[in-house]
């Protein structure tokens, strides 16, 4: 049962990463360093103070940087490397020393987590600065942070409820996805009529 609640804090960790790579890796840094949870291994080192103000860097550039509708664009390309490395180590740290799933396969669950996260988000952004003409670029950013901030934090703290709130929030998305779908291809093909 520990090995599952381990491997489902990872999948946690690592879908918050799809949407912000820096704050769920600045999260379990600052958390292990403040002895709330346990690093083991190589892990460690998301701890150590230099590791955290480097992270913490990033973290303050990219939360700033997102909400410019052209600088956006620029940290969404790099997302889709950083995101799944980030997710791979975040699913790997969570699992620990656990030996009872393999180390590939955490490797692999935490790489597809923010993987298919970061596409998705990648994906819906375009629409929103295309409708708003990059106006609702910060909200949208601002709403993603938070959302990975609560995931992180459930993730570490309420596995089961992070998990719970995952399908809820990829149920939301695949409808919104789907409609917006249908309303964009609705209006192509009334633009294509004239």
């Given amino acids: 049962m520990a090995a599952l609640i381990t491997f489902i804090t990872g999948l946690g960790l690592s ?28 892990f460690e080192l998301l701890q150590h103070p230099i590791t955290l103000i480097i992270v913490a860097i990033l973290a303050v550039a990219d939360f700033v940087g997102d909400k410019i509708p052209a600088v956006d664009s620029v940290l969404h390309a790099a997302g889709m490397v950083i995101g799944p490395v980030a997710g791979a180590i975040l699913a790997l740290a969570a699992a620990g020393g656990t030996e009872s ?7 692999a669950a935490g790489i597809i987590a923010a993987g298919a996260t970061h596409a ?7 629409m ?64 294509g009529r004239r």
């Fill in 128 to 191: 929103f600065t295309a409708a708003t003409a990059g106006t609702a670029n910060p909200v949208v950013s601002l709403v993603e942070d938070g959302a990975a901030l609560t995931i992180t934090l459930l993730a570490i703290f309420v596995p089961i409820l992070a998990i719970i709130l995952l399908v809820i929030l990829g149920i939301v998305f695949f409808r919104f996805f789907r409609r917006s779908t249908n309303v964009w291809n609705k209006k192509e093909r009334v633009n």
């Fill in 120 to 126: 998705a988000r990648a994906t819906v952004r375009p």
């Fill in 101 to 107: 799933i393999n180390p590939m396969l955490t490797a």
């Fill in 15 to 42: 879908t918050a990463a799809g949407l912000n790579a820096y704050l769920p890796l600045l999260t379990i840094g600052i958390f292990g360093r403040l002895g709330w949870i346990d690093l083991a291994g190589p």
